[in-house]
């Protein structure tokens, strides 16, 4: 599968940013989504993840309640809905997908996708 991901740019602190991730192929029971961030000087980090059901979804303690991850099979589309975003949340998002019958274990650790998204850059300016 190849993913596309678009919508990041630049946002003042306490704005809302849409990201997008198209899939080549039909998402809807074959892979489990993700998304990660990287920021200069750090490691990649996860941000939220959910399976193509629309089952299960994870996030991690620092976006929890702020963003939201959907997946829109018709679309093969999964987003990430980013609200009261701060200066923290500055990075370059990538989406990542890998097979759904791995299940959800390990949903946080990058090196359990096989698939990456060519990543888009968000920026928060406070």
């Known amino acids: 599968v190849q993913l596309q991901a678009s919508g990041g740019g630049l946002v003042q602190a306490g704005g809302s940013l849409r990201l997008s991730c198209a899939a080549s192929e039909r998402t809807f029971d074959r892979y489990f989504m993700a998304w990660f961030r990287h920021a200069p000087g750090k490691a990649y980090e996860f941000v939220a993840a959910?399976?193509?059901?629309?089952?299960?979804?994870y996030y991690a303690d620092a976006v929890k309640g702020r963003f939201t991850i959907s997946i829109d099979n018709a679309k093969n589309t999964v987003y990430l809905q980013m609200n009261a975003l701060n200066p923290e949340d500055t990075a370059t998002y990538y989406c990542a997908a890998r097979n759904s019958a791995q299940g959800d274990a390990l949903y946080s650790s990058d090196s359990q996708y096989h698939a990456w998204g060519q990543g888009t850059l968000v920026t928060v300016s406070s």
């Open positions: 959910a399976n193509s059901r629309g089952e299960t979804s």
